[in-house]
C-alpha cells in the first residue's frame, strides 16, 4: 500500500522538479526562428558541393549551356545537397522544416531580385528624357520624332491618367461598397449570385471591359472615344477589386460594435452608417487606393475607348484623350531612341505614381480596423490634458 506524506514541505516539489528535469530523457525546449552555426556551415557546404556538381555536370558530362539553366540545376542541387546533409545531423521534421524555410526565403529573394531588376531596367532606359525639366512640362503636340531628346514631354498623358482614374474612382468607388455593405450587411438570397458575378468580374480580361464600353458607349450611344469612356471601362475594372477589399475589411469590424448600436435603437442603416463605416474607414481608404492601382496602370480598354492624341485635352468629356499606359504603348514601338526613351521615362512615371499608391495603401491598411491612428491618439492625450 502506498502512502502519501502531505505534511512535507512544499519547498521539496521543485527540487524534485528540477531533479526530473536534469534527467537524460527530458525534453529541451526549441527555440523557433533564428539560424545556429551548424545550420549554416551545412548551407555553406550544400552551396559549395551543388556549385561544383552543377559545373562538372554543365561543363564536363552534359550538353546543356546557358547562365538560366545553370542557376536552375545549382538551385536544386542546392536543396537535395542541403537534404542530405542534414538528414545525418538533425530529425527528419526539423531537416523538412529547414528545407521548407530555405525554399521561402529563396522565392522572396528572387521576387526582390526581378522587381529590383525590372526597376532598374525602366529607370535606366528612361533617364535619359526623365531627367529633363520638359519631360513633366511639355506635350508631344511640336515634336517629331527626330526632335532632340529636350523637346516633348508627357505632361498630356500624365493629365489624361489623373482626370481618368478620378472619374473612374467617382463612379467605382460608391458602387464597390455599396456592394460590400449589401454583401456584408444585409445577404439573403441574392446574395450569393452577387458574389459570384463580383468574383467573375475580378477576373474580366481588361480588354473584355474595353470591347464592352466600345460596344455599348462608343457604338450603341454615339459616343465618341474620350476620357470619360475610358473612365467608364475603369470603372469596370476597379469595381470588383473595391468591393471585394471593402467586404473584408467591413466583416472584420466586430460584432459587438452592431450590437451595442442595435441595443440603442439603432436601425440597421444607422448602424451601417454611424458605426460599421466609421470603424471601417482606414481600411475602406486603403481598398480605394488598391482600386486606383490596378485602373491607372489598364492600357487595353483606353487603348479602344480613349483614343490618341499629341496634344493637350483637358476635357474629358470631348476629343480624343491620352493617357500613361497609350502613351507608353504608342511611342515604345517607334524606332526612334529618343522616342523609346519617352516611352520608357512614362512608364517610370506611371511606376512611381504606382508605388505611392502601394505605398498609401499600406499606410492607410497597417492598423485594425477601429485603431486610432498616432494623430488621433495624440489629439485625445491633448484633450484629456486639457481637461
Same mark, same amino acid.
Given at each position: 500500500?502506498?502512502?502519501?506524506?502531505?505534511t512535507?514541505?512544499?519547498?521539496?516539489?521543485?527540487?524534485a522538479?528540477?531533479?526530473?528535469?536534469?534527467?537524460?530523457?527530458?525534453?529541451?525546449?526549441?527555440?523557433?526562428?533564428?539560424?545556429?552555426?551548424?545550420?549554416?556551415?551545412?548551407l555553406?557546404?550544400?552551396?559549395?558541393?551543388?556549385?561544383?556538381?552543377?559545373?562538372?555536370?554543365?561543363?564536363?558530362?552534359?550538353?546543356?549551356?546557358?547562365?538560366?539553366?545553370?542557376?536552375?540545376?545549382?538551385?536544386?542541387?542546392?536543396?537535395?545537397?542541403?537534404?542530405?546533409?542534414?538528414?545525418?545531423?538533425?530529425?527528419?521534421?526539423?531537416?523538412?522544416?529547414?528545407?521548407?524555410?530555405?525554399?521561402?526565403?529563396?522565392?522572396?529573394?528572387?521576387?526582390?531580385?526581378?522587381?529590383?531588376?525590372?526597376?532598374?531596367?525602366?529607370?535606366?532606359?528612361?533617364?535619359?528624357?526623365?531627367?529633363?525639366?520638359?519631360?513633366?512640362?511639355?506635350?508631344?503636340?511640336?515634336?517629331?520624332?527626330?526632335?532632340?531628346?529636350?523637346?516633348?514631354?508627357?505632361l498630356?498623358?500624365?493629365?489624361?491618367?489623373?482626370?481618368?482614374?478620378?472619374?473612374?474612382?467617382?463612379?467605382?468607388?460608391?458602387?464597390?461598397?455599396?456592394?460590400?455593405?449589401?454583401l456584408?450587411?444585409?445577404?439573403?438570397?441574392?446574395?450569393?449570385?452577387?458574389?459570384?458575378?463580383?468574383?467573375?468580374?475580378?477576373?474580366?480580361?481588361?480588354?473584355?471591359?474595353?470591347?464592352?464600353?466600345?460596344?455599348?458607349?462608343?457604338?450603341?450611344?454615339?459616343?465618341?472615344?474620350?476620357?470619360?469612356?475610358?473612365s467608364?471601362?475603369?470603372?469596370?475594372?476597379?469595381?470588383?477589386?473595391?468591393?471585394? =477589399? /471593402?467586404?473584408?475589411?467591413?466583416? #472584420? @469590424?466586430?460584432?459587438?460594435?452592431?450590437? $451595442?448600436?442595435?441595443?440603442? *435603437? %439603432?436601425?440597421?442603416?444607422?448602424?451601417?452608417?454611424?458605426?460599421?463605416?466609421?470603424?471601417?474607414?482606414?481600411?475602406l481608404?486603403?481598398a480605394?487606393?488598391?482600386?486606383?492601382?490596378?485602373?491607372?496602370?489598364?492600357?487595353?480598354?483606353?487603348?479602344?475607348?480613349?483614343?490618341?492624341?499629341?496634344?493637350?485635352?483637358?476635357?474629358?468629356?470631348?476629343?480624343?484623350?491620352?493617357?500613361?499606359?497609350?502613351?507608353?504603348?504608342?511611342?515604345?514601338?517607334q524606332p526612334?531612341?529618343?522616342?523609346?526613351?519617352?516611352?520608357?521615362? =512614362? /512608364?517610370?512615371?506611371?511606376?512611381? #505614381? @504606382?508605388?505611392?499608391?502601394?505605398v498609401? $495603401?499600406?499606410?492607410?491598411? *497597417? %492598423?485594425?480596423?477601429?485603431?486610432?491612428?498616432?494623430?488621433?491618439?495624440?489629439?485625445?492625450?491633448?484633450?484629456?490634458?486639457?481637461?
Open positions: 500500500m502506498t502512502t502519501v506524506d502531505l512535507a514541505s512544499p519547498a521539496a516539489a521543485p527540487d522538479t528540477a531533479a526530473r528535469s536534469a534527467g537524460p530523457g527530458t525534453e529541451r525546449r526549441r527555440k523557433l526562428g533564428g539560424v545556429t552555426a551548424a545550420e549554416v556551415v551545412t555553406f557546404a550544400a552551396a559549395a558541393a551543388s556549385l561544383g556538381l552543377d559545373w562538372l555536370l554543365y561543363e564536363r558530362v552534359l550538353p546543356f549551356s546557358g547562365a538560366q539553366g545553370f542557376l536552375l540545376c545549382w538551385y536544386l542541387l542546392f536543396l537535395g545537397f542541403t537534404y542530405a546533409i542534414g538528414t545525418t545531423q538533425w530529425p527528419p521534421l526539423h531537416v523538412r522544416e529547414r528545407l521548407v524555410t530555405l525554399v521561402a526565403w529563396s522565392s522572396g529573394l528572387l521576387l526582390l531580385c526581378l522587381i529590383f531588376a525590372e526597376g532598374y531596367f525602366i529607370a535606366v532606359r528612361g533617364w535619359d528624357a526623365f531627367r529633363y525639366g520638359n519631360f513633366l512640362t511639355q506635350t508631344m503636340s511640336t515634336t517629331s520624332a527626330i526632335s532632340p531628346i529636350t523637346s516633348g514631354g508627357a498630356h498623358a500624365v493629365v489624361g491618367s489623373l482626370e481618368q482614374i478620378g472619374l473612374a474612382t467617382l463612379f467605382a468607388v460608391p458602387l464597390g461598397i455599396a456592394a460590400a455593405v449589401f456584408s450587411e444585409i445577404g439573403g438570397r441574392t446574395a450569393r449570385p452577387v458574389r459570384t458575378l463580383v468574383e467573375a468580374m475580378t477576373a474580366l480580361p481588361s480588354i473584355v471591359a474595353g470591347l464592352f464600353i466600345l460596344g455599348v458607349v462608343i457604338l450603341s450611344l454615339g459616343m465618341q472615344a474620350c476620357g470619360f469612356a475610358a467608364l471601362a475603369l470603372t469596370v475594372m476597379m469595381m470588383p477589386i473595391v468591393t471585394r =477589399a /471593402a467586404e473584408v475589411v467591413i466583416r #472584420l @469590424v466586430p460584432g459587438t460594435l452592431r450590437e $451595442a448600436s442595435y441595443a440603442l *435603437g %439603432g436601425s440597421q442603416w444607422r448602424t451601417v452608417w454611424n458605426v460599421v463605416l466609421p470603424t471601417a474607414r482606414r481600411g481608404a486603403t480605394v487606393i488598391l482600386g486606383m492601382a490596378r485602373g491607372i496602370g489598364e492600357t487595353s480598354p483606353v487603348l479602344l475607348t480613349a483614343g490618341f492624341t499629341s496634344g493637350m485635352n483637358a476635357n474629358p468629356l470631348s476629343g480624343h484623350q491620352v493617357s500613361l499606359p497609350l502613351y507608353i504603348w504608342n511611342y515604345v514601338r526612334y531612341p529618343h522616342m523609346v526613351s519617352r516611352a520608357f521615362a =512614362a /512608364a517610370l512615371t506611371l511606376m512611381i #505614381l @504606382v508605388l505611392v499608391l502601394f498609401t $495603401a499600406r499606410l492607410l491598411g *497597417g %492598423g485594425r480596423p477601429g485603431e486610432l491612428s498616432r494623430r488621433q491618439r495624440r489629439r485625445l492625450a491633448r484633450q484629456a490634458a486639457a481637461r
